[in-house]
Structure formats: structure tokens, C-alpha cells
């Protein structure tokens, strides 16, 4: 009986183990397509740099070079918060790496239990049946004997 409800414990443990991983695997993704998105920013506010050089060179009005600069510092900003929202989603990978990982070693412990009481339980067997081969032996013994 006791080793059907340690069965059971594993499973539940192994079960909420990939149940963690899985969360683990989902907050993976969604930093990488933050990084992504980030990066993505940081393309587009160089290639709005470089189209302000450009401009400038060619010769560009006040209100124009405002217009831009407004831009890209608007880019900028979507960059900082993007940058914020990727730290965050770095914390939650992290945090949910070492719930898996916690989770794992539990359900390996667990894992680990279950050998050594099975290989405890095939000592017995293994002793019982020496046993009754002794007797068996020592049985023949005596009849020969006799």
C-alpha cells in the first residue's frame, strides 16, 4: 500500500513538474519575442537616424529636423519601456526556471525513494526464498539421512 500512494506521489510531482516546465517554456518565448521587439526598435530608430543624416545633408528645414528629432525621441521611449518590459520578463523566466528546477530535484527525490524501497522489498524476496531453499536443503538433508 505504501508503495501505490509514493506511486501516486510521483505522478502528481512529475505531473506538476511539466506543468512548471511548460510555464518555464512559455516565459522563455515571450522574453524572446520582447528581445525581438526590441531589437526591432532599435533597427528602425537607427534607420530613422540615418534617414535624419541624410536629410540634413541634403538640407532640411527647422520644422522638419523638429519633427524628426520628436520622432525618434518618441522611439526612444518605446525603446526604454520595451527595455523595462524585457527586464521584467527576464525576472519571470529566471523565477520560473527555479520553480522547475526545485520541482524536478522533488519529484527525482521521490523518484529515488520508490528505487530504494523496491530494491529493499526484492532484498526480502531474495532473503525469504534463501530461506525457504535452506530449509528445503536441509529438509533433503534429514530424509537422506534418515
Same mark, same amino acid.
Given at each position: 500500500?505504501?508503495?501505490?500512494?509514493?506511486?501516486?506521489? &510521483? $505522478?502528481?510531482?512529475?505531473?506538476?513538474?511539466?506543468?512548471?516546465?511548460?510555464? &518555464?517554456? %512559455?516565459?522563455?518565448?515571450?522574453?524572446?519575442?520582447?528581445?525581438?521587439?526590441?531589437? =526591432?526598435?532599435?533597427? +528602425? !530608430?537607427?534607420? &530613422?537616424?540615418?534617414?535624419?543624416?541624410?536629410?540634413?545633408?541634403? =538640407?532640411?528645414?527647422?520644422? =522638419?529636423?523638429?519633427?524628426?528629432?520628436? +520622432?525618434?525621441?518618441?522611439?526612444?521611449?518605446?525603446?526604454?519601456? %520595451?527595455?523595462?518590459?524585457?527586464?521584467?520578463?527576464? %525576472?519571470?523566466? *529566471?523565477? !520560473?526556471?527555479?520553480?522547475?528546477?526545485? %520541482?524536478?530535484?522533488?519529484?527525482?527525490?521521490?523518484? $529515488?525513494?520508490?528505487? $530504494?524501497?523496491?530494491?529493499?522489498?526484492?532484498?526480502? !524476496?531474495?532473503?525469504? *526464498?534463501?530461506?525457504?531453499?535452506?530449509? +528445503?536443503?536441509?529438509?533433503? +538433508?534429514?530424509?537422506?539421512?534418515?
Amino acid at each position: 500500500m505504501a508503495a501505490d500512494k509514493l506511486n501516486l506521489l &510521483y $505522478k502528481l510531482e512529475s505531473e506538476k513538474e511539466e506543468s512548471l516546465r511548460v510555464n &518555464y517554456m %512559455q516565459a522563455q518565448h515571450h522574453l524572446n519575442d520582447n528581445q525581438q521587439k526590441l531589437a =526591432g526598435l532599435n533597427d +528602425f !530608430r537607427l534607420e &530613422y537616424s540615418q534617414q535624419l543624416h541624410l536629410k540634413a545633408k541634403q =538640407g532640411l528645414t527647422s520644422s =522638419g529636423l523638429i519633427q524628426y528629432q520628436a +520622432f525618434i525621441k518618441k522611439i526612444e521611449d518605446a525603446m526604454q519601456q %520595451q527595455a523595462k518590459t524585457v527586464n521584467t520578463a527576464k %525576472q519571470v523566466v *529566471e523565477q !520560473r526556471k527555479k520553480l522547475w528546477l526545485a %520541482q524536478q530535484v522533488k519529484a527525482k527525490a521521490i523518484e $529515488k525513494l520508490i528505487e $530504494k524501497k523496491q530494491l529493499q522489498l526484492q532484498k526480502q !524476496r531474495d532473503k525469504a *526464498e534463501q530461506k525457504m531453499l535452506d530449509e +528445503f536443503a536441509t529438509n533433503q +538433508f534429514m530424509r537422506r539421512r534418515a
